[in-house]
């Protein structure tokens, strides 16, 4: 799957960072609303952590086990924020979807709208039966976004995570290649 595809849909643009784009993901990871609710992003984030998330996904890519798009708005090419299909197995045939979108852009959609074209790639073209992700309890929207995607609640994992020094419940949802697609209103 290398290298990373493109994947257009209405408004965004998925595709590969671009070693420029470091400084706007510093800015829009950085925000202390994004590291609160994810587990991989410290905060504060430093530049070296855009600069090396970056080289991250060239990386990831080229090895086929991670593809990690950068999500931009098609009618200005403004980095809206990351989504990206994780823990790629090819024995079980499955995945973890993951995202976050910059503060700003909150609200809009474009989590639902990246994370069911990063879905239909994996079921399409990785030809994977089942994928899979997880969000904090106190992150309900989160799950609403996984929700309208299709994907089903499996279950309540009880203090699974720890982030900053509290316990997290953590919700996982997971959709099949057989389960019937979503309204693309949804």
Request: aromatic share 8%; glycine share 8%.
């Amino acid at each position: 799957m290398t290298p990373l595809p493109t994947i257009q849909t209405e408004r965004l643009v998925l595709g590969p960072f671009e070693d420029a784009e470091a400084p706007e993901l510093q800015r829009l990871a950085g925000a202390r609303e994004i590291a609160d609710t994810t587990l991989v992003i410290r905060h504060p984030y430093e530049l070296t952590d855009a600069d090396q998330f970056i080289a991250l996904q060239r990386e990831a890519a080229a090895e086929g086990h991670e593809l990690i798009f950068a999500i931009h708005r098609r009618r200005d090419a403004r980095l809206v924020g990351t989504i990206a299909l994780r823990e790629i197995d090819p024995d079980h045939l499955q995945a973890e979807l993951g995202y976050w979108i910059g503060v700003p852009y909150w609200g809009q959609g474009y989590a639902t709208e990246a994370a069911r074209a990063v879905v239909n790639l994996g079921f399409e073209r990785l030809g994977l039966n089942r994928i899979y992700a997880h969000h904090m309890a106190r992150n309900p929207a989160s799950g609403r976004v996984l929700e309208r995607i299709g994907m089903r609640r499996e279950g309540l994992l009880r203090q699974r995570v720890r982030k900053w020094g509290r316990f997290e419940d953590v919700v996982i949802y997971s959709r099949l290649r057989d389960d019937p697609a979503p309204s693309a209103l949804a």
